[in-house]
């Protein structure tokens, strides 16, 4: 628990900064953008070792009480602070399945190039930030890659490569579907799944190897690859992309 907290200020528990993105976790970057998107004042508490009560990562801290799981994070903010999206009906079914697809299909598509076929890679100092030598993260990164490997399979079970790929294909093709030629996906103003979206993609698209999402995004759907660089310039501007 932090002490000497502040009012209304949230303090945002989440892994360290990487070098080359203000976190690997979509998880993450989804509260954290969430907080810039409507303004709310945080601190970042950066730590591999620190977990919720609920053993996850992000929480929050909010007036003392402790917040976990990143769709109840944004719940509980939109709550507080009275900062919910103002969209018709409609468009709250829309946005609610497209964020729960992101969130769990994309997520695990996603998970196969980003950990599993590229488990040391991911875990490098120059990538993850996990302050070890090479020789220590390239044994760990290929355990974590199995690890990973059995969780994507528990929930996507052992589909092919090229099952993998149209599965993908089909969840950028929707939110594409939605986004159109619209500034964020439900017109100029973001929204919570602006908010999912971005960092499920931003934090694999960005990543400083190849991967499907690049194919994706750089050869079929430029107009999300463009929405994902709008929102990163727009919202950190501070992070730098090579």
């Given at each position: ?6 009012p ?14 203000p ?69 709250r ?26 488990g ?17 993260t ?18 996507l ?13 089909r ?13 964020f ?5 973001m929204t919570v ?30 107009r ?12 950190y ?6």
């Open positions: 628990m932090k002490n000497n907290w502040k209304d200020t949230v303090y945002l528990y989440q892994f360290p900064r990487s070098p080359v993105m976190n690997v976790s979509p998880f993450c970057l989804k509260v954290e953008t969430f907080l810039r998107v409507k303004d709310i004042k945080y601190e970042v508490l950066g730590g591999f070792r620190q977990r919720s009560s609920r053993g996850l990562l992000p929480f929050i801290e909010l007036n003392g009480n402790q917040i976990a799981d990143s769709q109840v994070i944004i719940w509980e903010l939109q709550r507080h602070f009275k900062v919910k999206d103002d969209l018709t009906g409609v468009e079914g829309t946005a609610r399945a497209l964020e729960r697809m992101v969130d769990m299909s994309t997520f695990y598509c996603l998970l196969q190039d980003k950990c599993v076929l590229n040391p890679t991911f875990v490098n100092r120059s990538v993850s930030g996990v302050p070890l030598p090479t020789f220590v390239n044994f760990l990164g290929k355990r974590f890659s199995e690890t990973i490997r059995r969780r994507v399979n528990g929930v079970g052992r589909i092919s490569r090229e099952e993998l790929k149209e599965l993908l294909r969840d950028i093709q929707a939110i594409d579907d939605v986004l159109q030629d619209k500034k996906l439900f017109g100029p103003k799944t602006d908010c999912a979206v971005f960092a499920q993609l931003a934090t694999t698209f960005f990543l400083p190897y190849r991967q499907l999402i690049t194919d994706f995004l750089e050869d079929d759907f430029p999300v690859r463009h929405y994902v660089e709008r929102i990163r310039n727009h919202y501007p501070e992070w730098k992309y090579k």
